[in-house]
């Protein structure tokens, strides 16, 4: 079944409002996991919205917490997301950033003790809509053992680097993991090996078997030992920048909460457009001998799977859906 | 054979003071060559400096010209390389980033009209060396198609992250490419098949034949179309906040001259040693059943393999030796 963008949003409205979330936050957030589904981050939107709940139940994640500045250093800024909502406090951060960017070319604002963001690119397309460039990046529970370990130290830290663009900007959401838990389980569930290998089994053998790799817990890094090197020094980054909790500190605790991001903007005078044209057109003349892929840019499927939403409504799994409107 | 890096420092020096460089950017070139070889990286080292003379023959690289700041706005500049040596101007960029973000927290510096920096990492342990973050990045020739096409379109475009430490430096310089063709064809010298498929065949086959990768021009992106997206990202950034040159730029004329890079430096007041020693050390417990790799943080090797040449002495190919002794 399909909903609209107003439907979705209007029910996780009414389901935040009941747990006593302040308006404005209910609207922030409801915003965001609708505006996640409609992108076709479903992962990230309705079916994540279940977990984010429990959580808040759990008193683990605070909706009434304000982040807080720590510190600061010129352009760079020390917060505290005292524990709060993700969503909200990356939103904040990223538009301190952008604001310190505004008047000053560049601004990092580095927050520690807050939560998911749910879908990094969120904060990019925010940064973008400013006429700005954002890079942000997050640490996260482990899930992922660094090359040439057998079980998970390493979060799948996603990094996201946005630039704006009028006929729609370019997004890059990656995390370091070859193939999200999510996506392995979906997978698993349509019976279908990987396209390609997507962790070690138990043996240690690349596998593009969903259920071996689930079973390991031994996600692969993008570009085996690269990815394994990019997800530590992000990690490092965000913990010392911002002071807050390492990816072994979350992983200790068992759950995914207080986590630690970066969020940096920069502002030049002028961006001129027709250079990002003229880099997207040439990448694209790369051709294709297989046809198997298209030469897509970062945000390009994006882009294409809201517009199509906007026009035929937001799929949405029956059972959670029926579960969230019963909430 | 091995010389000292004395020895090899002193040689090139030799050589560029014959090129008519002026004595500062003789000491700084000669002493970087002899470095990215007493670290290990002899591609980017002695390997790499005939290519370098030859360029400097050619009048490609000026090493003459100095890099001039074209606008600033707070903490982000844009210069230009006018052409000039990569490595003066790298390290000039770098220190100009070191210097704004010990005022303000945060700078950056992107340069156009800039050449070949050689070792990336070069410029990540001389802010690390200043106490300081340092991420850099750069666009190059393409030599890689982007995830779905069929012909390089996008450059290796290597990303450096450097993380101060007392027990060494945590330096993350990597390519976008899985493997490098000075990798590809070590592995086709020595008549051996790569360990991971290192990119496409003619027929659009992933393969391990570094032969094949060399003749269909196909390299393999890390993560397939996450690294794909990663290059064209920071194409996008270094050509568009340096006002520079783009990928296609630079394959339009063949030679691989006339970059554009950027230098970001962050500062904060206090960065907590200890949460990096945590970090590596909760890492390292990942351990390994196969006893075929062992983990190592992202620097590791190049300090051991420093230490190790400055006792033993720097191995180089005694053709090339032999050749630059005779310039």
Chains 1, 2 share one sequence.
């Not at 990690?235 to 200790?252: M, P």
């Not at 502002?267 to 790369?286: F, G, H, V």
Request: aromatic share 8%; with cysteine; proline share 5%.
């Amino acid at each position: 079944m399909t909903v609209t963008l107003a439907q979705l949003k209007n029910e996780l409205n009414r389901v935040l409002l009941n747990l006593s979330f302040p308006p404005d936050k209910a609207d922030l957030c409801a915003t965001t996991f609708a505006s996640n589904s409609r992108d076709g981050v479903y992962s990230h939107g309705l079916n994540r919205f279940p977990v984010f709940v429990e959580l808040i139940k759990e008193k683990l994640i605070n909706p009434l917490a304000e982040p807080a500045c720590l510190e600061r250093k010129g352009m760079f800024e020390r917060w505290t997301g005292n524990n709060g909502l993700g969503i909200y406090n990356a939103t904040r951060c990223m538009e301190r950033a952008i604001t310190l960017a505004k008047k000053d070319g560049i601004g990092c604002v580095a927050i520690q003790h807050t939560n998911h963001w749910m879908r990094g690119g969120t904060y990019g397309w925010q940064a973008a809509d400013a006429g700005c460039i954002g890079i942000c990046f997050t640490n996260a529970i482990a899930g992922m053992p660094p090359w040439g370990g057998d079980h998970p130290t390493l979060g799948n830290n996603p990094l996201v680097i946005a630039v704006p663009r009028n006929g729609g900007h370019v997004v890059l959401d990656m995390a370091m993991s070859q193939y999200s838990y999510g996506k392995l389980q979906e997978y698993q569930l349509r019976n279908e090996n990987l396209p390609f290998p997507g962790g070690h089994d138990t043996d240690g053998n690349l596998t593009t078997n969903p259920a071996s790799i689930i079973q390991s817990k031994r996600a692969l890094p993008i570009g085996f030992w690269k990815g394994s090197g990019l997800a530590l020094m992000i990690d490092i980054l965000v913990t010392t920048l911002s002071g807050g909790r390492s990816t072994q500190e979350i992983t200790n605790d068992k759950k995914e909460v207080g986590v630690s991001q970066v969020f940096i903007c920069i502002n030049p005078n002028n961006l001129d457009a027709s250079q990002i044209e003229n880099i997207l057109d040439y990448t694209k003349t790369a051709g294709s001998t297989t046809g198997k892929h298209s030469i897509s840019y970062p945000g390009e499927n994006t882009l294409r799977t809201r517009k199509k939403n906007d026009v035929e409504g937001i799929p949405v799994n029956t059972e959670i859906w029926e579960r969230i409107c019963k909430m």
